[in-house]
């Protein structure tokens, strides 16, 4: 037998009755309802707007009104053409970050690696990256050299 809506029950203590106010002062939320004696939070239609801070300049005021999108995702590369590989390395040479590191083309080993195609290369070198634009890669092969894509 399925169970149906209509014959399901709350287990007990689990719904509480609405706050009733302003029914006599023995109820404990007699006369001022709760609401103290006098103010704007007291007054019907009273408290202030979201994101009103006591006419202290608002958080939503101080930060950045530039628009756009961070995506936090985001992975950032190291990004090299063929042609400086070509004027860096001699043939048959194994070019990877460190490498370029060594050489002086960039400053750490942090971001990842990426070759471009802009440039003819005409040595066969061994490449090692994190991605490669399909130009490049035709144009290693094509040179005599191969590319190993790092995960």
């Known amino acids: 037998m399925a169970i149906k809506q209509h014959l399901l029950k709350s287990p007990n203590n689990v719904k509480r009755n609405r706050k009733r106010v302003g029914r006599g002062d023995s109820s404990g939320n007699g006369s001022y309802s709760g609401k103290g004696m006098k103010g704007q939070n007291s007054r019907s239609g009273g408290g202030v707007r979201p994101g009103f801070e006591g006419g202290q300049l608002p958080l939503i005021k101080k930060l950045s009104a530039l628009r756009g999108f961070n995506n936090i995702f985001r992975v950032e590369y190291n990004v090299i053409n063929l042609k400086t590989l070509q004027l860096i390395f001699q043939n048959n040479a194994e070019v990877n970050l460190e ?12 971001q990842r690696l990426k070759i471009l195609g802009s440039g003819d290369i005409d040595i066969a070198i061994h490449v090692s990256a994190h991605k490669f634009s399909r130009t490049a890669e035709e144009k290693i092969k094509a040179a005599g050299g191969s590319i190993q894509e790092i995960k």
């Open 99 to 110: 490498a370029l590191v060594q050489a002086g083309v960039f400053k750490n080993t942090k």
